[in-house]
């Protein structure tokens, strides 16, 4: 009897409590004058519930205007937005709902609370005629300008209804973005809302409010939301980490995870607390052995780089892995430059690049594995115990790991030196650690990724992706020691079952000669990037090899992803039943976290949906400068937006197309030719496959009467009279066809993948 009268009673109580907070509210000299009764019970609700499953922040609140019409637009990734914004908007919003809330008498009575209105699809124009009452009457108006949640946690395209509205009523636009709520249990990630498990923990979010906007142009509200939700991401707590943490986690968590599979000679397996083991007992000989600061490493992706880089950071020294191809020269200025003393390597690799290339190894070149060997195999195995025994939180002060990373120095890495002498591009913890967050809501790697790892460690993608964020995420990294080597990836694509190849175009060229259909079974996906994927290639990689071929973009001084295209989301209000992920020939939509804006080359004004300009870009995972070159730096970078000198354009749904390198346009007669695009037209010209796209590239060269010309180099046979006068059939401009021929030997191609634009324009000018 007792235990029925408090059940009975604690209902009760709780009730009678959230009553006297509501009259409390009611009557407090902070209420704002449009709050009615009905609205301030239901914001106390959501101020309940978000005290009690989110760690919230709000930023900007005082951009809300106390008073007078305004349409507020915010990102819509959950069915908890509406919550996070009622609960912490100091002014009453009315919401445009969706009209099957409506048809539930509880959930009709919440919405009559709060006073929405409802849209339905059959009357739409009457939603928007009450809204724009309301907005005369002053008040302000909520809207979700996407129209329904993301399938893919980027923003989607703006349905028309939000512009009417601000064309109709003339209110200025309040742009706010929440961050934190894509995975969560009321979002799409992974599947439908509520078909995963909620996280026991407290979520941690962030609104941020934005200043009012004048020009409601669907472009300006766009940009404002996306630059809104770079600024939000930036407050993450995990972005202020040292890059050691996570990977101590992932160790700790999973220690017995199969982290690393290294094909370079004998196959060599590495779980994840083997290969952190390995990496703190080399620490301690590296306190010893390598006094400076930086400490350069010069290996293949394998065990040895991995742990190289990892034992760089556990001694508290900054790594920096070297493109070895460079050319001696160029290698002697980054050793210079970045005051490197000591290398690590592999004494047979060390003997395998030296009877190729002109290395300058430093006296102090250290053999990565015969250090290992001396430290012994007990005192490896030792670590390896504390790792499987140890949570990371007592691991990481016992082993001298810092709390914070920040803006501290995590990785130097330099540019390829493909317009200039290579540069140091300073990689900070934040940087990295962003970079592989952003990935990770992308969900272009699953979860149970093996993941081909065979770009050079030198290079950003394969540094971050395949090194950084393959162990950090659990997934299994397949190791090859090149590209180049084609028969040893076929074979390790094949025999270790991998799922998930990330690589540039020009390296799957040579992959897809020698590869015959149903020879790749268990390869679902493949990301290219760093390069511009030629015309159709895609295509036909899909019809020969299988899997979905995914176009991406980023670069070395954004840690290197910024956009990339992902599978396809279900969604039952999509044409077909599904969200589109992929636009062919566009290298997806930006990853969370970061803005994009495209300006015009010659005055530095944005341009329109759809209009060619130059890309700049924002986000935590965009570098903070040059190594001890501000001159430099100050070219690139200008409150906080870094101009990647590409020349790109963007759709209304948020899908980015790059066109080329502003370096890989020729102004001609006033007009902006794009070499890629003539190379494209040359290739169909000519019927080469996307395979051998490879034979053929375009360069400027001055011409006294129009500014530039172009130049053919070719590896091939061509007869250049047949060739334009097939570029003419096949309507390309008179001036965008090349009009001189050179025969070369190669395309000249930098280690990277990417062309050698420094030799191709020399070659071009001869």
Not at 4 to 14: D, F, G, T
Not at 114 to 127: D, F, G, H, N, Y
Not at 448 to 466: E, Q
Not at 628 to 637: G, I, S, Y
């Amino acid at each position: 009897m007792p235990f029925l009268i408090a059940l009975l009673l604690v209902p009760l109580v709780l009730t009678a409590l959230f009553l006297l907070v509501v009259t409390v509210r009611w009557f407090s000299p902070r209420r704002h004058p449009e709050t009615d009764f009905g609205y301030l019970a239901m914001q106390t609700w959501c101020i309940l519930l978000v005290k009690l499953f989110y760690r919230s922040r709000v930023i900007g609140a005082a951009h809300v205007p106390q008073s007078g019409a305004a349409i507020l637009i915010c990102n819509h990734v959950s069915y908890a937005d509406v919550v996070i914004l009622g609960a912490c908007s100091p002014r009453p919003i009315r919401f445009l709902s969706w009209d099957g809330f409506e048809r539930n008498p509880v959930t009709r009575l919440l919405m009559r609370s709060v006073k929405t209105i409802p849209v339905s699809p059959l009357r739409a124009k009457e939603a928007v005629r009450r809204a724009c009452e309301r907005l005369k009457d002053g008040e302000l108006i909520g809207i979700f300008p996407e129209g329904q949640l993301t399938r893919t946690g980027a923003l989607n395209a703006f349905r028309p209804g939000y512009e009417l509205i601000a064309r109709m009523s003339g209110a200025p636009v309040l742009p706010a973005y929440v961050d934190g709520l894509w995975g969560s249990v009321f979002s799409h990630r992974g599947g439908a809302p509520f078909s995963r498990r909620p996280s026991p923990c407290r979520r941690a979010i962030t609104l941020r409010f934005g200043p009012l906007l004048s020009d409601t142009s669907l472009m300006k509200a766009r940009g404002a939301l996306l630059e809104l939700g770079a600024e939000a991401f930036e407050q993450r707590a995990e972005l202020g980490e040292h890059l050691l943490r996570p990977v101590l986690r992932a160790a700790c968590r999973h220690p017995g995870h199969l982290a690393i599979i290294d094909r370079a000679s004998a196959r060599t397996e590495f779980t994840a607390a083997r290969t952190l083991a390995a990496a703190r007992a080399l620490a301690a000989r590296l306190r010893v052995i390598a006094p400076e600061s930086r400490v350069g490493i010069i290996l293949p992706p394998g065990i040895p780089g991995t742990v190289a880089n990892m034992a760089c950071l556990i001694a508290g020294k900054t790594p920096v892995n070297l493109n070895f191809t460079l050319g001696r020269v160029a290698l002697e200025h980054c050793l210079e430059s970045a005051g490197i003393r000591t290398v690590l390597t592999v004494a047979a690799f060390r003997e395998k690049v030296s009877e190729k290339l002109d290395v300058p190894w430093p006296a102090n070149t250290v053999d990565v594995l015969a250090e290992l060997r001396a430290l012994g195999k007990a005192r490896v195995a030792l670590f390896e115990l504390a790792v499987r025994a140890l949570p990371a939180c007592v691991l990481a002060p016992l082993w001298g790991v810092p709390r914070e990373g920040g803006e501290g120095e995590a990785a130097v890495l330099f540019t390829s030196g493909s317009v200039g002498a290579p540069k140091g591009v300073v990689l900070s913890h934040r940087n990295i650690l962003a970079n592989c967050e952003q990935l990770q809501e992308s969900g272009i790697v699953p979860d149970d990724a093996r993941l081909l790892s065979n770009l050079p460690i030198f290079h950003s993608f394969g540094y971050t992706v395949t090194l950084w964020f393959a162990y950090t995420r659990g997934v299994t990294a397949v190791c090859t020691p090149s590209p180049l080597d084609v028969s040893r990836t076929i074979a390790a694509l094949r025999e270790e079952r991998v799922n998930i190849a990330i690589g540039t175009p020009t390296f799957y060229r040579g992959y897809l000669k020698q590869l015959s259909p149903g020879d790749l079974p268990h390869l679902a996906r493949v990301v290219g990037g760093a390069e511009k994927t030629p015309a159709g290639f895609a295509a036909e990689w899909e019809a020969k090899v299988g899997g979905r071929y995914y176009e991406g973009y980023g670069a070395t001084e954004t840690s290197p992803v910024v956009s990339v295209n992902v599978p396809d989301a279900p969604d039952s209000e999509a044409p077909g039943g599904v969200r589109v992920g992929v636009k062919p020939g566009s290298v997806g939509r930006l990853f969370p976290g970061m803005a994009a804006r495209i300006l015009d080359p010659d005055t530095g004004a944005p341009v329109g949906f759809g209009e060619q300009g130059l890309l700049h870009v924002r986000g935590a995972n965009v570098f903070g400068g040059y190594l001890d070159n501000p001159a430099k730096t100050a070219e690139v970078l200008r409150d906080g937006w870094y101009a990647t000198g590409d020349i790109a354009r963007m759709d209304e749904e948020g899908f980015l197309t790059i066109e080329g390198r502003l370096s890989r346009f020729s102004k001609i007669a006033g007009e902006m030719v794009p070499h890629g695009v003539v190379e494209d037209a040359v290739i169909a010209a000519l019927g080469l496959g996307a395979e051998s796209s490879g034979a053929v590239a375009i360069a400027g060269r001055t011409d006294a009467q129009k500014g530039e010309a172009l130049v053919l180099l070719a590896t091939i046979e061509v007869d250049m009279d047949e060739l334009r006068r097939r570029l003419a059939d096949s309507g390309l401009a008179n001036l965008w066809i090349p009009r001189v021929l050179k025969r070369v030997p190669a395309i000249p191609m930098l280690a990277s993948g990417k062309l050698d634009l420094r030799e191709l324009r020399r070659i071009a000018a001869e």
